[in-house]
Nanobody, 123 residues
Framework: QVQLVESGGGLVQAGNSLRLSCAAS????????MGWFRQAPRKEREFVTA????????LYASSVKGRFTISRDTAKNTVYLQMNSLKPEDTAVYYC????????????????WGQGTQVTVSS
């Protein structure tokens, strides 16, 4: 049974930082791309960033490039999302996702999902 468990969300003021974690279990995740998506109220789920399993290839949405950083610890089966210079428009539920193969930006391409963690940025 594959499980992805996110943690690290919370309420922060604009300009501050948060680090999200996604702990993966239930299988070997070699050759799995890992992604972060977010969904704000009344909006579609959108791509934030993703990385291949080695961490050597990363992709970012233009809205977060330069502020967010994805990384992974393969020994711990954990993926991180460091979010700096947060803005009120970053407020959303953040989801971790996994898929076999290469990085994709469409939610439908991912096989496994976490339950999400709420990030709220106040102005």
């Amino acid at each position: 049974q594959v499980q992805l468990v996110e943690s690290g969300g919370g309420l922060v003021q604009a300009g501050n930082s948060l680090r999200l974690s996604c702990a993966a279990s239930g299988r070997t995740f070699s050759n799995y791309a890992m992604g972060w998506f977010r969904q704000a109220p009344r909006k579609e789920r959108e791509f934030v960033t993703a990385t291949d399993w080695s961490g050597g290839i990363t992709l970012y949405a233009s809205s977060v490039k330069g502020r967010f950083t994805i990384s992974r610890d393969t020994a711990k089966n954990t993926v991180y999302l460091q979010m700096n210079s947060l803005k009120p428009e970053d407020t959303a539920v953040y989801y971790c996702a996994a898929r076999s193969g290469s990085i994709q930006t469409q939610p439908g391409e991912y096989d496994y999902w976490g339950q999400g963690t709420q990030v709220t940025v106040s102005s």
